[in-house]
């Protein structure tokens, strides 16, 4: 069975900084291109960020593009968000999910067939 | 960057009716389209991918159609369990994939 879980939510100074981690059991990490999702309080869902399974490729949406960095330890099957320069506007659930990967296990889609619970930040003063 | 447009906004529909849930996407996306499903505190659920197939341990009753900028969610004959928001999501020009706003369906 899949299973992601998310952990380091807090509630943060605006200007400050915060570290999301999701760690993944039940399928082969390494193979598994990874994206953090957002969703602010009553809204709705909003990609953040995504990951290679080897790390070479990352993406970003605009608006956190120099203030957020994605990376992951293929060996602790985990990966992270690091976020700086923390803005009210970043508050929301950080969901991390899993790629859906293509059927001949290599490659992957950019769609998402797994999703943890999600880790809150709240950037507020 | 694709903006992706659900109505309605809300359904409200009764246990046993079909409901038919709308996306328009603003440039063709040919069937790069899935769509989930939320419940209140809990993370999206992957029903639907590439427009037309089921993830896996989705109900028969969930159907997707459409292609390039008209997409269409049916839930045949609704169960209780099925009131919820409801997502689409592209993947056909990114980055960034894109979300549409939600559809919430309600029990009449």
Known sequence: ?125 | EIVLTQSPATLALSPGERATLSCRASQSVSTYLAWYQQKPGQAPRLLIYDASNRATGIPARFSGSGSETDFTLTISSLEPEDFAVYYCQQRNNWPPVTFGQGTRLEIK
């Open chain 1, 1 to 125: 069975e899949v299973q992601l879980l998310e952990s380091g939510g807090a509630l943060v100074q605006p200007g400050g900084s915060l570290r999301l981690s999701c760690s993944g059991s039940g399928f082969t990490f390494t193979k598994s291109a990874m994206s953090w999702v957002r969703q602010a309080p009553g809204k709705g869902l909003e990609w953040v960020s995504s990951i290679s399974g080897s790390a070479y490729s990352t993406f970003y949406r605009d608006s956190v593009k120099g203030r957020f960095t994605v990376s992951r330890d293929n060996s602790n099957n985990t990966f992270y968000l690091q976020m700086n320069s923390l803005r009210a506007e970043d508050t929301a659930r950080y969901y991390c999910a899993k790629h859906r990967s293509r059927p001949e296990g290599v490659g992957y889609f950019y769609d998402f067939d797994h999703w943890g619970q999600g880790a809150l930040v709240t950037v507020s003063s």
